[in-house]
């Protein structure tokens, strides 16, 4: 009985050769596709590889990471509702009155 060798090995990170990674980086730098689609079309199991090149080889400044914050409303849940309530009877009545004319 003769065994079969088989050929599916697994990739490793020395498979990759640095102008394979800097043509993946410069897509993803570009906007052309997400670091998620780049693993994904080129076949790149790490689910980190990407973003490790990314800050290694990329042009970004990875250093100090943009924050978005969510601007904090002065009201309360209850002021809100008790606002947005107000304006709908307000919408009512208005619309109301334009029906009649």
């Known amino acids: 009985m003769k065994h079969s060798k088989i050929t599916g090995n697994k990739r490793t990170q020395r498979d990759y050769n640095l102008g394979f990674k800097l043509a993946v980086i410069s897509q ?12 994904k079309a ?22 100090n990471p943009i924050r978005h914050q969510m601007p904090k409303s002065k009201e309360t849940p209850a002021q809100k509702i008790k606002r947005l309530e107000r304006e709908l009877s307000d919408a009512k009545l208005k619309n109301k009155i334009l029906n009649t004319m």
């Open 28 to 39: 993803v730098e570009k906007g052309e596709m997400t670091y998620k689609q780049a693993q």
């Open 42 to 63: 080129y076949g790149i199991q790490g689910r980190s590889t990407v973003l490790v090149w990314l800050r290694k080889h990329g042009t970004l400044d990875w250093s």
